[in-house]
Every structure is written in structure tokens, then in C-alpha cells.
């Protein structure tokens, strides 16, 4: 894996994001020893959502579906059964 010292990674930054893009990992180090502190990666595009479900071509309202049984209307009414 190709690394970069902090100081490299600010002057270079849209570098390594491109070269991320193409699939590298960038290990990111510090100090004098030259430490791994940080990976660059690139991240997978997240799939789209429709914003509005109830125009989704797919998507069926039926006629009946807020009809309940006599039964539970009464009972919303407060009637006894």
C-alpha cells in the first residue's frame, strides 16, 4: 500500500483522493517513525431513493383501504356490539 506523511497528504490531497478513486488505500503516517494513522479510501456511491413512494409506478393504493368491519365501526363509535 502507497503512503503519505501528513505534510504530503496537504499539499497533495487531490491526488490522493483521485488515486483513491482508482482503488488505491492510502496509509496516512506521522511522526519521524513514520506512523500509520490514517487510511484513504474511496467510498462506494450509495443508490438513489425515489423521494416520493406514492409515485412510484409500482405502488397501488386499492379503493377499499380504509373500509373496516361493521364490527370495529361500532366499537369506534363507542356502540356496543
Not at 45 to 53: A, T
Given at each position: 500500500m502507497p503512503e503519505a506523511t501528513m505534510f504530503e497528504a496537504k499539499t497533495r490531497l487531490s491526488e490522493l483522493?483521485?488515486?483513491a478513486q482508482r482503488g488505491e488505500k492510502i496509509v496516512l503516517t506521522t511522526g519521524r517513525k513514520k506512523?500509520?494513522?490514517a487510511l484513504i479510501v474511496a467510498l462506494k456511491?450509495?443508490?438513489?431513493?425515489?423521494?416520493?413512494?406514492f409515485h412510484h409506478p409500482s405502488f397501488d393504493i386499492p379503493a377499499d383501504f380504509d373500509e373496516l368491519p361493521e364490527a370495529e365501526l361500532k366499537a369506534?363509535?363507542?356502540?356496543g356490539e
Open positions: 483522493v483521485k488515486r506512523t500509520p494513522v456511491p450509495s443508490k438513489k431513493r425515489p423521494f416520493d413512494l369506534w363509535r363507542g356502540e
